[in-house]
């Protein structure tokens, strides 16, 4: 499917959370609208291409629009939103990103998240969440140890599973190794990193798995599509191929069980520095 790629100049740059992510952070920092990973395997369950707000008619993967004026927003607009967020919530927290990704491919050609990384250096929010899908984050990594020192910062990298590709279905915008060779480079940099198995998908070999986060990351997070896709009873999900996928490959995938035993085994590789679902992607861990 062919991505087409428009830019657009925002009215706003931060959202104030509301929903999933009212106790993760304060605000959430969309640099594009749309996603070109939307062909790849996180897109077949993602729960954004559910929201016809963002999507319009056009299939989830097939649009990319860069957001060229959300540096300059980010500056005129981050001394209110700071000022709302510590009365509100106590910090100024922003989680980039939640309905897109901020190292698509496309960033190469747009720089977004990139402007919105400088602009950050001179303006850091009390706490900055880079959730990413790809290896591709390192190309801002001399901007993310610089913001390390000026915040607290974590970035997520989510990695599904240990299997490189699932029969019948698209690869992921980016392979596992490279996903695990990102993180342990920024964890060497001092950047404070988590993996986020989510969704959790079918594992291979659970306990090599774990044994390698715990070596190549300082935390993990398990979220099951059960409770993590924002709907009851994971129905979002549900209406896609992802729990049949699943199912294929372990039929006790798709339940909450499955969860709880990856959970279990995560805790004795990585103990005190699990956390799940919710409370994980804010930063609570088991202890």
Known sequence: MHVHATTTEARSILTRTSGYLTTVASHS?????????????????????????LTGSAPWGSFVVAKTNAAALYRADNERERRWAQARHGEFSIFMSSATDPFLPHEKTFGVSRSILQEMAHAPPDLLILQTHTHLIMDCADLITQLASRCRLRVHISVES????FAGFPAPASSVEKRLCAAQKLKKLGVRTVITVAPLLPICEPEKFFQRLSEVADAVVLDHFIGGDGSKNGTRTKKTMLPTLMASIDPTSPSLLYLDRMVEIANRFLPGRVGVGIDGFAGRLTT
């Open 29 to 53: 920092l969309q640099p594009y609208r749309g996603c070109s990973f939307g062909q790849s395997l996180c897109g077949v369950g993602c729960y954004v291409q559910h929201n016809r707000f």
């Open 162 to 165: 240990d299997r490189e590709r």
